[in-house]
């Protein structure tokens, strides 16, 4: 229910123990001609008050100081107002004041409702979440803790103290004391900032602390390997039979565009006849659930066929004998090494090389490739997938041509 009428007033009351003529500043909260009083806890000189604008005289700094937290306790009031009316509350003298006092209100913690969040994502796991996205809500919840305990040296925070210099300080934390580069920041921080809309949509925080602050990824230059590196890496013969099979399921992602987990994963039912009588892996993505069709590439379906009677694929429902991802990445550096490829070798790479050297690079429209990807749009793919230097060079010696 809206007031009819609401007023906020800063005046100097009388106190009996105080001789030097200063006075407690107070705060009068009027709606509809009911009022309250608000001490503010502050000490001020008569002559040195104006109390038609209820603010202290002169540009002294002491006097400046003082009016910036009058202001700050005048806008507080106001957002009060606004989270009654927000909230359907009655807006009253008394609700106002109790609001600023923090009497009646339940206190929300930070830490407190991030562990009640986090709790609901692993009750999903399967429906609408993956064992990933619960991970990284948990390092994220991981990482909001220590830096409270080292900025504010507490267990735990009042959602109302959230503000821009939180926001602000925390991702300050994360490049230096945590070393995260920029984009890895603001992953935990898009993390936190769900959190923070949780509080905002349900009434409990009256502001944004993220409003103002800007979260603008970085360009990153992913790299991928030539069609020179990856024959060089496909024709090595390697002396141990623990690199040459660690080859064969990186090359594997590097022909299909598969994730580690989705390699992993893949199941000897996932490899279907597709419409056009050649076999396709028809799966899901773990990262994000959506649908990936794409037809095996005749080296792909070597080395499908190459691991066929190895013991774990016998005796297993998946397609491929894939190890732990440590030892993946493990052995993938020793492979870069004795290859003289002065690249990370990882699966990231695998499905970029994909989406880049094996399809762009040859003329595979990339509609097609963003489907093959699991991609929900080509924006997703436009950021996944460079052109490759070859292919300008195609499309520009055709336009030559034209123009002759």
């Known amino acids: 229910m809206l007031e009819k009428s609401f007023g906020l007033l800063f005046f100097l009351k009388q106190s009996k123990k105080n001789q030097n003529g200063e006075r407690y500043i107070y705060l009068r909260i009027t709606v509809d001609r009911i009022s309250k009083e608000l001490s503010t806890k502050r000490l001020w000189k008569t002559s040195r008050w104006n109390a038609a604008a209820g603010r202290a005289e002169g540009n002294n700094q002491d006097s ?70 619960l991970q990284r809500y948990l390092t994220t919840l991981d990482h909001t803790l220590c830096f409270i305990r080292w900025k504010y040296d507490k267990e735990d925070m009042d959602i109302q103290l959230l503000d821009y210099d939180f926001i602000s300080s925390f991702s300050f934390w994360l490049k230096t004391v945590k070393n995260c580069n920029h984009n890895t920041t603001l992953k935990y921080l898009t993390n936190f900032k769900k959190i923070v809309l949780i509080c905002v949509k349900n009434g409990w925080l009256i502001r944004n602390p993220f409003l103002q602050f800007k979260m603008v990824k970085k360009e990153v230059i992913r790299s991928i390997l030539t069609v020179e590196e990856i024959q060089k890496i496909s024709e090595k013969i390697f002396v141990t039979d623990r690199l040459n099979h660690v080859r064969d399921i990186f090359l594997f992602s590097c022909y299909t565009g598969l994730a580690y987990i989705d390699v992993k994963n893949l199941g000897k039912n996932q490899i279907v006849n597709g419409i056009d009588g050649e076999l396709w892996i028809h799966t899901h993505r773990q990262k994000t659930n959506s649908p990936t069709r794409l037809p095996l590439l005749p080296k792909a379906l070597q080395l499908i066929n190459k691991y066929k009677t190895h013991e774990l694929c016998i005796s297993g429902k998946h397609v491929l004998p894939v190890l732990s991802n440590q030892k993946m990445n493990s052995y993938l550096k020793e492979i870069a090494d004795v290859c003289g490829i002065n690249k990370p070798l990882t699966f990231h790479i695998a499905r970029h090389t994909f989406a880049t050297t094996i399809t762009l690079g040859n003329g595979v429209p990339i509609e097609t490739v963003s489907k093959m990807l699991g991609h929900k749009s080509i924006t997703q793919t436009q950021h996944y997938a460079k052109i490759l230097d070859t292919k300008i060079s195609f499309d520009m010696l055709a336009l030559r041509k034209k123009l002759q």
């Open 64 to 133: 400046k100081t003082l009016n910036a937290y009058l202001e700050t306790l005048y806008f507080k009031a106001l957002q009060a107002k606004k989270h009654l009316i927000d909230t359907d509350r009655e807006v009253s003298s008394e609700a106002i004041k109790n609001f600023l006092l923090g009497i009646g209100e339940k206190k929300r913690m930070i830490i407190e409702i991030f562990h009640d969040h986090n709790s609901q994502v692993k009750s999903l796991i399967g429906k609408e979440y993956t064992p990933a996205t």
